[in-house]
Nanobody, 111 residues
């Protein structure tokens, strides 16, 4: 199983980004998928997760601004990030199940 995240970049405060994660080598239909983020010197933080049936969970810090979604037909996971703040700057990682991680994609929110 491999995961490839993309869509990060530099954005101004208040802006939006959409992260994508393609999963290969398996089907995503039966697993919970998640996005986490990490800044240097801090532990990785769970940002959002989505269960096989579509139930979603978010960190309090991103509720109302981020939306996680999945497309099982395309084996894709997404994270729509709106109203971005400088404190959202981090490397974002996608996760398949409980232990398979993709490489990160850098998100920088700065003016």
């Amino acid at each position: 199983v491999q995961l490839q995240a993309s869509g990060g970049g530099l954005v101004q405060p208040g802006g939006s980004l959409r992260l994508s994660c393609v999963v290969s080598g398996t089907t995503i239909r039966l697993k919970t998928l998640a996005w986490s983020r990490q800044v240097p010197g801090k532990e990785r933080e769970l940002v959002a997760s989505i269960a096989p049936g579509g139930a979603k969970d978010y960190a309090d810090s991103v509720k109302g601004r981020f939306t996680v979604s999945r497309d099982s037909a395309k084996n894709m996971l997404y994270l729509q990030m709106n109203s971005l703040k400088p404190e959202d700057s981090a490397v974002y990682y996608c996760r398949y199940g409980t232990s398979v991680w993709g490489q990160g994609t850098q998100v920088t929110v700065s003016s």
